[in-house]
């Protein structure tokens, strides 16, 4: 027996994004950024905050907010890396 069976309500979906002005579009938008993200940097592959932009239609301050949020514990702690390209360019690369 499911737990929305048990007590005819089902449970609430955990917010992983929080601010008081975040509306339930914003959730929307921001889970799909984030999980599009996460899917394509779990590959290994070292990327440019250009290159992860062009890769998910999200853009490069939404990228580069979304890998630092990777490394907190409510979004799985991952090992976010990060390597000096020269002329304040860096490239990313995300492991669990």
Do not use: C, N
């Not at 309500?9 to 996460?38: M, N, S, W, Y």
């Amino acid at each position: 027996m499911r737990q929305a069976d048990l007590f005819g309500v089902a449970p609430a979906k955990v917010r992983l994004f929080d601010g008081p002005d975040l509306t339930p579009d914003d959730h929307t938008r921001l889970d799909g950024q984030h999980e599009r993200i996460k899917r394509l940097m779990l590959d290994g592959q070292w990327r440019s905050l250009e290159a992860i932009s062009e890769a998910t239609g999200a853009p490069a301050a939404s990228v580069s907010a979304q890998l630092r949020h990777l490394r907190k514990p409510r979004f799985g702690e991952y090992q976010v890396d990060r390597r000096h390209l020269g002329q304040g360019l860096y490239e990313y690369r995300v492991t669990p």
